[in-house]
């Protein structure tokens, strides 16, 4: 497939279940593979993931919904957890903070810029992911329940605080295929001069 074709495919798919399509092994390579390649700012090497999956995953998701119910002061309905849960693993992107603060330090002229530009890494590396897991046919969706979820995932992980929670990625088997995407005139986003 072409990386046009690759794009294309890329969707929110949020009908997941645990039947993967490709081993695990896979999804691990190229989670891997992503962080060692994907560009950051100065090569701050500031980009972390975690990959949750098996018991750790489904855990994870009732937690969520536990810190939502604190915080909302009352039940909320669980079907949209649910459905999270009920795939194969979770990917949580973060990044290291103490690694951005001390590249800020060597390079002051720019300090300024390097809170954009370590989020721009951020979401090179979720894209990156995303469309490889699409690549491979497996569904995922993006989902942002920090800062309600921040503390929870440090404790639950045992993670540095320096490490700040960016986004949270459902995948697993495509149980259901999302809508086609509505047509547009792509020339109103997309202007070429000569």
Do not use: C
């Amino acid at each position: 497939m072409d990386f046009s074709g690759m794009l294309k495919t890329r969707r929110s798919v949020y009908g997941l279940n645990k039947n993967l399509p490709v081993f695990t092994d896979k999804i691990i390579n190229l989670v891997r593979n992503s962080v060692r390649y994907v560009p950051d700012a100065f090569d701050m090497k500031s980009q972390r993931v975690i990959v949750v999956m098996g018991d750790a995953h489904e855990k994870f998701w009732n937690a969520v919904y536990d810190e939502l119910v604190k915080y909302t002061g009352g039940p909320i309905p669980r079907e949209r957890l649910d459905s999270f849960a009920a795939a194969a693993g979770t990917i949580l992107y973060f990044f290291d903070s103490a690694v951005v603060n001390e590249t800020r330090v060597k390079y002051p002229l720019y300090a300024g810029n390097f809170h954009d530009w370590v989020m721009q890494s951020n979401g090179m590396l979720q894209f990156a992911i995303w469309t490889g897991l699409a690549e491979m046919g497996v569904g995922a969706n993006l989902q942002h329940y920090n800062p309600v979820i921040d503390k929870m995932v440090a404790r639950m992980f045992d993670l540095p605080e320096a490490w700040v929670l960016v986004a949270e990625m459902p995948f697993g088997g495509i149980a259901e295929q999302p809508s086609p995407k509505m047509p547009e005139d792509i020339d109103i986003r997309v202007k070429i001069e000569k």
